[in-house]
T-cell receptor
């Protein structure tokens, strides 16, 4: 049972465009939502994270938007660059059990010239 | 350089032949974990360890064993590998499992079980 649903599975965006990846969760006990970026041949690396008491968090070109009532959160990549081409995973961690990181299924992003 | 090191990076083996994937971290992290990554399924947790001699099952522990005898090492053992364990495996570590510490991942081990 997938507790964190991620879409789309793949995404092609032109350079300079906005990339948007969406995630939805079912478990209301989740209280921390990190996003990971994975390049081919490498392990995932933490990109940005948000807590549910905040509706938006921005770091450079990367923004997380969070809608607690809808149990949805999304990653926006502004001014997308070819170097952003990677697989992105959303994740969720339940309250008090930071060991239980639950990942979404991943989105393969390709930014074209 | 702070890192999580996995070995081997690639392995092709046959059903039933015991294998061990090693994982070592040099950051003095308490928490370590193993994941498998499969297309369309994302990363799923196999086992995790909160500290030395403390391990627990993740979401997909069947067919795997782990041990944590030293803080820096967390090997993944497949006693009798089967083809459904063909996957990309990642080891991760974090300072602790408390306070949402970021997990640092190794570069992965691609296992093919024939």
């Amino acid at each position: 049972q997938q507790q964190v649903k991620q879409s789309p599975q793949s995404l092609i965006v032109q350079k300079g465009g906005i990339s948007i990846i969406n995630c939805a969760y079912e478990n209301t006990a989740f209280d921390y939502f990190p996003w990971y970026q994975q390049f081919p041949g490498k392990g995932p690396a933490l990109l940005i994270a948000i807590r549910p008491d905040v509706s938006e968090k921005k770091e450079g070109r990367f923004t997380i938007s969070f809608n607690k009532s809808a149990k949805q959160f999304s990653l926006h990549i502004m001014d997308s660059q070819p170097g952003d081409s990677a697989t992105y995973f959303c994740a969720a961690i339940p309250t008090g059990t930071a060991s239980k990181l639950t990942f979404g299924t991943g989105t393969r992003l390709q930014v074209t010239l | 350089e702070a890192q999580v090191t996995q070995n081997p990076r690639y392995l092709i083996t046959v059903t039933g032949k015991k294998l061990t994937v090693t994982c070592s971290q040099n950051m003095n992290h308490e928490y370590m974990s193993w994941y498998r990554q499969d297309p369309g399924l994302g990363l799923r947790q196999i086992y995790y360890s909160m500290n030395v001699e403390v391990t627990d099952k993740g979401d997909v522990p069947e067919g795997y064993k782990v041990s944590r005898k030293e803080k820096r090492n967390f090997p993944l053992i497949l006693e009798s590998p089967s083809p459904n364990q063909t996957s990309l495996y990642f080891c991760a570590s974090s300072l602790s499992a408390v306070g949402n510490q970021p997990q640092h991942f190794g570069d992965g081990t691609r296992l093919s079980i024939l």
